[in-house]
T-cell receptor
Framework: DADVTQTPRNRITKTGKRIMLECSQT?????MYWYRQDPGLGLRLIYY???????NKGEISDGYSVSRQAQAKFSLSLESAIPNQTALYFC?????????????FGPGTRLTVL | QKEVEQNSGPLSVPEGAIASLNCTYS??????FFWYRQYSGKSPELIMS????GDKEDGRFTAQLNKASQYVSLLIRDSQPSDSATYLC????????????FGTGTQLKVEL
């Protein structure tokens, strides 16, 4: 079984709809991240969480919110989706105890907003 | 200046040749450096990490770090068609506590 899973893997939705992307991990890592990837722009950090009570904005948090329900679960919500949020979304994890900054990625969610 | 910069490519090399991928970084990046491989539509997969000046070898892959010149490179020896992918360079942000910043990636094509 994959260490980091994301659901759904693909989603098509309409402008104005609320969408939730979910991430779960069995790696036992305390740190979790949400990125979006757009062609030519690389990976950009949306939100990150260093433990259940810690939530931080990344470089492009506008239009997004997150919830860290447990150490193993980190959800990303689009309250009112818009077309320019069409992108590939990745969840990642890292381990504080590893102290190497290494991040491990989930398989991604391809989101299309019409 | 972007924190991590890469040439987008594509970089084309013949099968069996050495592929050389380069990355430069700004003063905001200083702790640790990573090379990820990403196939189209798939997630980034860690290839190499490097933290100290010099070379680090792992199989066909060698990462090189030069902190004085602020560049990091990845050499792929005996390139195979399966190496065709986009390679992302990433660095740890100074004082960023496990946050990474990524380059936009270099597309590598290994031709038969």
């Amino acid at each position: 079984d994959a260490d980091v899973t994301q659901t759904p893997r693909n989603r098509i939705t309409k402008t104005g709809k609320r969408i939730m992307l979910e991430c779960s991990q069995t790696k036992g890592h305390d740190r979790m991240y949400w990125y979006r990837q757009d062609p030519g722009l690389g990976l950009r950090l949306i939100y990150y969480s260093f433990d259940v009570k810690d939530i931080n904005k990344g470089e492009i948090s506008d239009g997004y919110s997150v919830s860290r329900q447990a150490q193993a679960k980190f959800s990303l919500s689009l309250e009112s989706a818009i077309p320019n949020q069409t992108a590939l979304y990745f969840c990642a994890t890292s381990d504080l105890l590893e102290s190497t900054d290494t991040q491990y990625f989930g398989p991604g969610t391809r989101l299309t907003v019409l | 200046q972007k924190e991590v910069e890469q040439n987008s490519g594509p970089l084309s090399v013949p099968e069996g040749a050495i592929a050389s991928l380069n990355c430069t970084y700004s003063d905001r990046v200083s702790q640790s450096f990573f090379w990820y491989r990403q196939y189209s539509g798939k997630s980034p997969e860690l290839i190499m990490s490097i933290y100290s000046n010099g070379d680090k070898e792992d199989g066909r892959f060698t990462a090189q770090l030069n902190k004085a010149s602020q560049y990091v490179s990845l050499l792929i020896r005996d390139s195979q068609p399966s190496d065709s992918a986009t390679y992302l360079c990433a660095g740890g942000l100074t004082g960023g506590g496990n946050k990474l910043t990524f380059g936009t990636g270099t597309q590598l094509k290994v031709e038969l």
